[in-house]
C-alpha cells in the first residue's frame, strides 16, 4: 500500500482548484510504491497524479527533481512532468506534506519474472536518450548512497546481516574494501545526473516500448556507467539470479543506437554493476532489517542482491 497519508476529496478538491487543469472529479489511491502517497485524479480536463511526499524525501530537493525531470520532458524523454499552479508554485502543502501535481503517463510496469528482450532494448535507448539529456543539465546533486556512504550503511546492518543470510556480513564488509581500492576516481569517466532507481516498477510500457519512466527521488550526479549498471542489475537477471545474455544484448544494443559507451566505461563495467549491486543489497537489508511488524509495505528480499553481488565477483559483464 502506498497512502501513507489519507485525503480526503475535500482537500483534494481544494488543491486542485489552485490548478488551471479544470473541475475535479474523482480520486483514486494508487497501491504501487512504497515511498509517497499517491492519487490518480480525474478532472474536466483529463487524468493527473497528486504526489504527496512522505518522510524520506526532503522537502528543499523537490526543486531539483522537478527541474531535472521537465528538462529531460523538453528533451524528448518521456517522464512526470510537474505543474505549476495558478500562482506558479510546484507544490504546496496538505496535510502538513508538500504536494504536486504530476502528469499523467499512459503505460503498465512490466513484472521483473515478464521482463522480454524486446523491452530491455526499448528501455535501453530511453537510458541513453536520457544520459544524452542529461548532459545539457545545469544543475546537481550529491549521491549521498555512493561508495563514501556505504560503510555507515554496512555499520548499521552488520550486526544482524547473518541472520537474514549466513556470511553476509563478511560477504558485504569485504567488497566495500575491494570497491574502495579499485573505484574510479571521480574524473575518470563520463558523469552527469542520473536517475539511480531506474526499476522495472519505475518504467511504463504501451505497445512494447517504454512510453514513460517516473520516481525520480534518487536522482543524483554519478557516472552515467553506473546508472547503466543499476539497470543491468535490475533488467538482465533471471530468476536464478544469473545473467540473461539475451536481455543484456538487447538492452546494449538498444543503448548504443543512441549513445556510444567508451573503452574507459566498458573496462569499469563489471567493477559498477559490483558497486550497484552492493548498493541496493545494503539498502534493502536495512529496509528488511528495520521492517516494523504489521507494516502493509513488504520489504524487498536482500538475497537477490547478494546473488547478484556473487555473480559479479566471478563473472564479467561482456561487450
Known sequence: MAVYTPLTDEQIADFIAQYDVGDFISATGIMQGVENTNYKIETSTGRFILTLYERRVDPADLPFFFAFTNHLVEHGVNGPKTLAGKDGSLTRLVAGRPVA?????????????????SHCQS??????????????????????????????????????????EPGLAKLITDELVYLKQNWPA???LRHGVV???????????????????????FSCEDFF?????LVINA???????G????RWAALRAGYLAQRQITDVEWDALSLLCR?????????????????????????????????KLRWHQNEKIGR
Open 123 to 164: 528501455l535501453g535507448g530511453v537510458v541513453a536518450k536520457m544520459h544524452d539529456a542529461a548532459a545539457t543539465f545545469p544543475h546537481t546533486r550529491a549521491n549521498t548512497l555512493s561508495l563514501s556512504g556505504w560503510a555507515a550503511l554496512i555499520e548499521a546492518t552488520k550486526g544482524e546481516a547473518d541472520a537474514v
Open 275 to 307: 558497486g550497484a549491486a552492493l548498493r541496493i543489497l545494503l539498502t534493502r537489508l536495512q529496509a528488511w532489517i528495520n521492517h516494523p511488524a504489521g507494516a502493509l509495505v513488504k520489504p524487498k528480499d536482500p538475497k537477490e542482491y547478494s546473488a
Open 243 to 246: 545473467l540473461d545474455n539475451a
Open 195 to 217: 536517475h539511480a532507481d531506474i526499476f522495472p516498477d519505475n518504467v511504463f510500457f504501451q505497445n512494447g516500448e517504454v512510453s514513460g519512466v517516473i520516481d525520480f527521488y
Open 186 to 188: 571521480a574524473s575518470a
Open 101 to 117: 501535481l504530476i502528469s499523467f503517463l499512459d503505460g503498465v510496469d512490466i513484472a521483473a519474472n515478464a521482463i522480454a528482450p
Open 235 to 241: 533488467w538482465c537477471f533471471d530468476d536464478q539470479n
Open 225 to 229: 556507467a553506473y546508472d547503466l549498471a
